[in-house]
């Protein structure tokens, strides 16, 4: 899978090196797809990674079958 960047997440990956790209592929691929709340483009992805116990968010919009755009990445706990 593909991840393009968006200019925000360029900005908020500096404050969160903890969030992978295989971490948010994993996100992805093992969620389902959630419809976000304000942008009606944008889908959700919450899941649980393994070793660390901690849900990821992902917020995110397809571009094709395997890219896709993120726009945000963060923990929930």
């Not at 592929?25 to 070793?51: F, H």
């Amino acid at each position: 899978m593909e991840i393009i960047y968006s200019k925000h997440w360029e900005i908020q990956r500096k404050f969160r090196p903890d969030v992978t790209d295989e971490i948010i592929i994993y996100a992805v691929v093992n969620s389902d797809e959630l419809r976000d709340k304000y942008w009606p483009d944008a889908l959700n992805a919450m899941s649980r990674i393994p070793p660390s116990g901690r849900i990821l968010k992902v917020i995110y919009k397809r571009i094709g079958k395997d890219k896709i755009k993120v726009v945000t990445a963060f923990w929930l706990d």
